[in-house]
T-cell receptor
Framework: RKEVEQDPGPFNVPEGATVAFNCTYS??????FFWYRQDCRKEPKLLMS???SGNEDGRFTAQLNRASQYISLLIRDSKLSDSATYLC???????????FGAGTRLFVKA | DARVTQTPRHKVTEMGQEVTMRCQPI?????VFWYRQTMMQGLELLAY????????DSGMPKDRFSAEMPDATLATLKIQPSEPRDSAVYFC????????????FGPGTRLTVL
């Protein structure tokens, strides 16, 4: 079993749709959680950190469920520019050994 | 706007040749990470440094790969000898020593070994 698992997709959604991604992690001692975005042939960039209390940034909402060991990303009112691969990232307690999920591809269509 | 820089951006070489990739982390960042990304394996952590000291290089093939930080402004990743299976995009990222902080990625070096 991979340490961080994501549905690879692709998710094909129309503009304006709401789409949600989940990511599961195996190490219960994981400390830090992030969602990164990667555009085709570009480097990954931080989308948002994920806090235990959940957090929202505009159209994006991230949540953490420690009991079930998953994090989620919700995108509301999808834009064409949201088309990208979304990477789930987990860091263990007290460490830097960052583990990236394989990513979920999203295509938003007009 | 501070950025991580990597050179070269593209490298095509023949099997058996030495490849050196360079990274300049963001000034003030004291952690540096090397990743490899392929379609099959996704993004894999090869090695990382804190205050120029290697903390973990368990993700790296030891017989042919080596990573160093000669100084705080330069990190290098070497492959000798290179093999076709090393073809990938190699990313460098830097950050602070707070593991809750984000990492900032460079644009990557796209390596093709023929």
């Amino acid at each position: 079993r991979k340490e961080v698992e994501q549905d690879p997709g692709p998710f094909n959604v129309p503009e304006g749709a709401t789409v949600a991604f989940n990511c599961t992690y195996s190490n219960s001692a994981s400390q830090s959680f992030f969602w990164y975005r990667q555009d085709c042939r570009k480097e990954p960039k931080l989308l948002m950190s994920v806090y235990s209390s959940g957090n929202e940034d505009g159209r994006f909402t991230a949540q953490l469920n420690r009991a079930s060991q998953y994090i989620s990303l919700l995108i509301r009112d999808s834009k064409l520019s949201d088309s990208a691969t979304y990477l789930c990232v987990v860091t263990p307690t007290g460490g830097f050994k960052t583990i990236f999920g394989a990513g979920t591809r999203l295509f938003v269509k007009a | 706007d501070a950025r991580v820089t990597q050179t070269p951006r593209h490298k095509v070489t023949e099997m058996g040749q030495e490849v050196t990739m360079r990274c300049q982390p963001i000034l003030g960042h004291n952690t540096v990470f090397w990743y490899r990304q392929t379609m099959m394996q996704g993004l894999e952590l090869l090695a990382y440094f804190r205050n120029r000291a290697p903390l973990d290089d368990s993700g790296m093939p030891k017989d042919r790969f080596s990573a160093e930080m000669p100084d705080a402004t330069l990190a290098t990743l070497k492959i000798q000898p290179s093999e076709p299976r090393d073809s990938a995009v190699y990313f460098c990222a830097s950050g602070t020593d707070k593991f809750t902080d984000t990492q900032y990625f460079g644009p990557g070096t796209r390596l093709t070994v023929l």
